[in-house]
Structures are given as structure tokens and as C-alpha cells.
């Protein structure tokens, strides 16, 4: 088989990997890749909204199927063009990613269907926003979400009414969010750990991957800002079999529900959980793999993921046994200093030729080719991974080998699967 993976971080080296440990892959083409990705794939330079070139791309070198890693694609329809033209492609349909690129259809799909998360009201006026917050307590916790993408900077946790209708005004009136700001949520403050369910669905049945934990704020301890993601570990202990099956009766619903609706929905379903005492309620939903929880649960994956993207695509996904090896994996982000903020770029990567451990993966998240060494080209630079049948030695694995790497301003955190003990 020959296919094309659209997408240039972290989540889509792990995913290039892991087609090309198949024995049915011939070759894997990724648009546009990273400097990391060119040496496992074929670089194809097309960005991931240039359908047409995408599309010309797949007919003219035979592509067998379409992978599509990140939410823009899938919000802008990739998935609905490509079936125009009878290609094959891994994803959601354009209406079926509404479920993450709107907030405001996702929260209505989850009370059409029963499915537990916290209570909202949705605005698509300032001035009813703001007069909504005058009857809110003055020091209550309290969300705002932007209902539109806004690549991991939507979500607000306020501290009291003050502070929300400064985040209200700064979305709908200054639009430091452009349009995705338009409408928005105000949403009820829940305070309890995460867990990201990652599960395939062809759309009638569905097949979960172990629960993963992110890490999103920059600084350990949870301090600083918000990130696209620090690192990440698999499986978590808080997933008890109690709260798996709590989640997959949630996974159940949401199945049925895009059933309901008539959505088509061949891809992956991300169903983000907070933890409310001791029930999960869900946070949100992605379309597409998370970032950077592929990078540690795919390696965890002892399945042809060629064999389990053909039977999504065929609707055959039950018929399909998915094994997981029963090991531990954790991912450490190394980013850029400065990020999630402003950061330089173009410092060369040393070390990475000393990580020699068979357990260890080095995803490339932003990083170029310059004079034939790796050089750092974005927030998030790599993505580090070991694995191991105990959860404290694949801590002390990847940081081992996070320790042999080096770039100017490099930062990461040193507490990444540190939840998993407490
Ligand atoms: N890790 C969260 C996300 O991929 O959106």
C-alpha cells in the first residue's frame, strides 16, 4: 500500500511509525511533514488545506488511502472532497467534525443524547454575555469557551465575574480570537483530573484505546500557561475498570448518537474527560488523534494500524481485534523557551544520535533540515517516548534520554507521569 498522511507534528511522526511497521506499507507520503518525518517518509510539499493539490497529489502516485492527522482539514471538509472524487480518506465527514469545531454543537449534541457534562449557556450577543455574568457570583470560578477552533486557545478558566466578562469582551468585541470568538459558551467550573479516551469508530461500532493523561500547562506543577500539550502518559491508573466502563456507556451514546444523526464518521473520536467526584463527565470532544497522547499511546498499539484504518474505512471495524501491549508509555515534550508565548527559532538539536535504547521514540514536532542537521522550527520541538512494564522505569527511561538532548532554550517538564503516584 502507498498513503499519504496530512500533517506536520508529533502526533503525525508517531502515525507515519507506526504505518511503516506494517508489512503491507510500500511507502508513506506525509503533507507537508517535518524535518524528523522526511526520514522515515517522503516529504510532499502541500499544505493541509490545498485540497485540490492534495487531491491531484493522491491520483497521480496511486494512494491507496488518506490519513488525516489535525482538526483544520477535517473542519474545512478534506474528508467530503475527497469521497467527491472517490478517494479513500481516514477522518470525519465535514458535519461530523462539528463535534470539535463547534463548541456550541458539540454541547447540544451532548444534551440531545444524555451525555453528562457541565451546565452551560451559549451567546452570540456581547451584551446578553455580559449581562448573563451580572447575575453570577463576583469570585465564582467560571468558563468561557469560544465556540469556533482556536488551536488550544479558546478555553478560559475565569477567576470570578470580573475576569469573565474581560475574557467576553476581548472575544466578541476585540476579536483576539477572529471568528472563532463569535459565539461562545459560558460554562460551570468543574474541578477534577483529566483523562483522554482515544477510541476508533466507523461511525456504528467503536473500539477504545487505553485512557491517556496530558499535561497542558507549560511549568511543572501545573503553573503557567495553557500549551498544545507537554507530555502525556498511557495508561493512567485513575482509568479504573469502574471509570472505563463509565466512559465507554459515554462512548456508547456519542456512537449512537452520530448514528442518530446520520453523521459519517470514519476516523478517530477524542472524548476529553473530567472527573466530577466520581463521575466522568465530558469536557469536549476532537475529531482527530490528540497531541501529544498518540505519542504515547501508539507505541502501546500490537495491531496493524493499516489493517484498523482499512476495516474503519469499510465499516467493518467489529470484525477487527485490536491488542494493546500491556506496558507503560510516557511522552515528554521539549519545547522552544518562550512558548506557549513568543520564542526563536533555528537552533540547532545536539544529542539526539545518543539515544540508543530499542524502547525509546523521538517524535519530530517542529523541527527542519538546515545543512543537513536538525534544527528547532516551532513551539513544540520534539516529543520524547519510552516505554516499559512499569510506569516508574518508563519515567525514568524517557528522562534519561530527554537528558541527552540539547538546543538553546530548550524547556520541559520534570514531572510528566508524576500523577500517576499520587
Ligand atoms: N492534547 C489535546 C489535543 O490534542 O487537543
Redesign the pocket.
Known amino acids: 500500500m502507498k498513503l499519504l498522511v496530512v500533517g506536520s507534528g508529533g502526533?503525525e511522526h508517531a502515525v507515519c511509525q507506526q504505518f511503516l511497521k506494517s508489512s503491507k506499507v510500500e511507502k508513506v507520503y506525509c503533507a507537508p511533514g517535518n524535518g524528523g518525518i522526511s526520514q522515515i517518509a517522503k516529504n510532499v510539499d502541500i499544505a493541509v488545506s490545498d485540497f485540490d493539490r492534495l487531491v491531484a497529489f493522491v491520483k497521480s502516485n496511486k494512494i491507496d488511502f488518506t490519513f488525516v492527522g489535525p482538526?483544520v482539514p477535517l473542519s474545512l471538509g478534506i474528508v467530503d472532497y475527497f469521497q467527491k472524487q472517490g478517494l479513500k480518506i481516514f477522518g470525519p465527514s465535514k458535519d461530523a467534525a462539528r463535534l470539535e469545531s463547534s463548541k456550541i454543537y458539540s454541547k447540544e449534541f451532548m444534551q440531545k443524547y444524555d451525555i453528562p457534562t457541565a451546565q452551560y449557556n451559549s451567546f452570540s450577543n456581547v451584551n446578553d454575555a455580559l449581562k448573563f455574568l451580572e447575575n453570577c457570583k463576583e469570585d465564582k470560578r467560571i468558563v468561557i469557551k469560544a465556540d469556533g477552533l482556536a488551536a488550544?486557545k479558546g478555553v478560559y478558566i475565569c477567576n470570578g465575574r470580573k475576569d469573565a466578562q474581560d475574557v467576553v469582551n476581548q472575544m466578541m468585541n476585540d476579536k483576539v480570537l477572529g471568528d472563532a470568538g463569535t459565539n461562545i459558551i459560558v460554562e460551570e467550573y468543574i474541578n477534577g483530573p483529566e483523562l483522554?479516551y482515544l477510541v476508533f469508530t466507523d461511525g456504528v461500532s467503536y473500539s477504545m484505546m487505553p485512557a491517556s493523561r496530558?499535561h497542558?500547562r507549560v511549568d511543572d506543577n501545573d503553573q503557567g500557561p495553557n500549551t498544545?500539550?507537554m507530555g502525556?502518559y498511557a495508561p493512567s491508573p485513575l482509568a479504573t475498570v469502574e471509570i472505563n466502563n463509565k466512559v465507554e456507556d459515554i462512548v456508547c451514546k456519542v456512537v449512537n448518537g452520530i448514528k442518530s444523526e446520520k453523521l459519517d464518521y470514519k476516523g478517530i473520536l477524542?472524548v476529553?474527560i473530567i472527573m466530577n467526584g466520581f463521575l466522568p463527565y465530558v469536557l469536549?470532544f476532537?475529531c482527530?488523534?490528540?497531541?501529544?497522547?498518540?505519542q504515547a499511546v501508539l507505541p502501546l498499539l500490537d495491531t496493524d494500524l493499516t489493517d484498523i484504518c482499512v476495516s474503519v474505512l469499510d465499516q467493518k471495524l467489529s470484525s477487527i481485534k485490536i491488542n494493546w501491549k500491556k506496558e507503560f508509555s510516557v511522552c515528554v515534550a521539549l519545547v522552544s523557551g518562550g512558548y506557549p508565548r513568543s520564542f526563536k527559532k533555528g537552533f540547532e538539536i545536539k544529542g539526539l544520535e545518543n539515544i540508543d535504547d530499542k524502547d525509546a521514540m523521538v517524535f519530530h514536532a517542529g523541527t527542519n533540515i538546515e545543512n543537513g542537521k536538525f534544527v528547532t522550527a516551532g513551539g513544540r520541538v520534539l516529543g520524547i517516548t519510552s516505554t516499559s512494564k512499569d510506569m516508574k522505569n518508563a519515567i525514568d527511561k524517557v528522562y534519561l534520554n530527554v537528558r541527552k538532548v540539547y538546543f538553546e532554550n530548550m524547556h520541559y517538564r520534570h514531572d510528566i507521569g508524576k500523577s500517576c503516584f499520587e
Open positions: 502526533r482538526e488550544g483522554s496530558d497542558k498544545g500539550g502525556a477524542y476529553g469536549e476532537n482527530r488523534f490528540g497531541d501529544p497522547e498518540t
